[in-house]
């Protein structure tokens, strides 16, 4: 198992690509909650990020609102099966932790996918900050309140600004 990683601008400050085996398997923020240790990222090297990069670039100039970049997706079952239903939430919109839940088929399993939410491994890519609290609030975001608010804010069209266009 061969892992590579990269480093790249954003918006949102600096962001982590992380490859195991050539497919993208983490794109973390800095000081991200449940962030992997940086020396388990392998050696620096762009090689495998081409992609990635490419489309991380149109997405923060507004012009990507889908991703289809090769996932490598490592984690449970169930953490698996939220992360694949995360990335069916359109652009600009949300979802409640409750209606994922529902999603699945599980209705009491909101809290479980909260758990599973916040074990994301592959930020923006797989829209983890498009879920939201019951009452329409912000909860938890691995990359912190602030960005998550940004994220969405820019999702819907009031976050196209010169400071968000650094690519």
Same mark, same amino acid.
């Given at each position: 198992m061969e892992r590579l990683h990269t480093l790249i601008d954003s918006p949102y400050g600096p962001l982590t690509l992380v490859a195991t085996d050539g497919v993208l398997s983490g794109l973390y923020m800095t000081e991200q909650r449940h962030r992997p240790a940086d020396e388990t990222f392998g050696d620096r090297d762009p090689a495998p990020f081409g992609a990635a990069i490419g489309q991380l670039e149109a997405y923060f100039a507004g012009e990507l609102t889908e991703f289809d970049v090769p996932l490598r997706l490592d984690g449970t079952p169930f953490q698996r099966l939220v992360w694949? /239903?995360? %990335? %069916?939430?359109?652009? @600009?919109e949300t979802r409640t932790y409750g209606e994922l #839940? /529902? #999603?699945?088929?599980?209705?009491s399993a909101s809290r479980a996918v909260g758990l599973a $939410? @916040?074990? $994301?491994p592959i930020g923006v890519i797989v829209p983890c900050h498009r879920v939201i609290g019951a009452n329409g609030s912000l909860t938890g975001y691995g990359g912190g309140l602030d960005r998550k608010q940004r994220l969405l804010t820019f999702e819907r069209g #009031? @976050? %196209?600004?010169? /400071? $968000?266009a650094l690519f």
């Amino acid at each position: 198992m061969e892992r590579l990683h990269t480093l790249i601008d954003s918006p949102y400050g600096p962001l982590t690509l992380v490859a195991t085996d050539g497919v993208l398997s983490g794109l973390y923020m800095t000081e991200q909650r449940h962030r992997p240790a940086d020396e388990t990222f392998g050696d620096r090297d762009p090689a495998p990020f081409g992609a990635a990069i490419g489309q991380l670039e149109a997405y923060f100039a507004g012009e990507l609102t889908e991703f289809d970049v090769p996932l490598r997706l490592d984690g449970t079952p169930f953490q698996r099966l939220v992360w694949d /239903e995360l %990335r %069916r939430i359109p652009y @600009g919109e949300t979802r409640t932790y409750g209606e994922l #839940a /529902e #999603a699945l088929g599980k209705p009491s399993a909101s809290r479980a996918v909260g758990l599973a $939410n @916040g074990k $994301n491994p592959i930020g923006v890519i797989v829209p983890c900050h498009r879920v939201i609290g019951a009452n329409g609030s912000l909860t938890g975001y691995g990359g912190g309140l602030d960005r998550k608010q940004r994220l969405l804010t820019f999702e819907r069209g #009031a @976050g %196209r600004t010169p /400071e $968000n266009a650094l690519f």
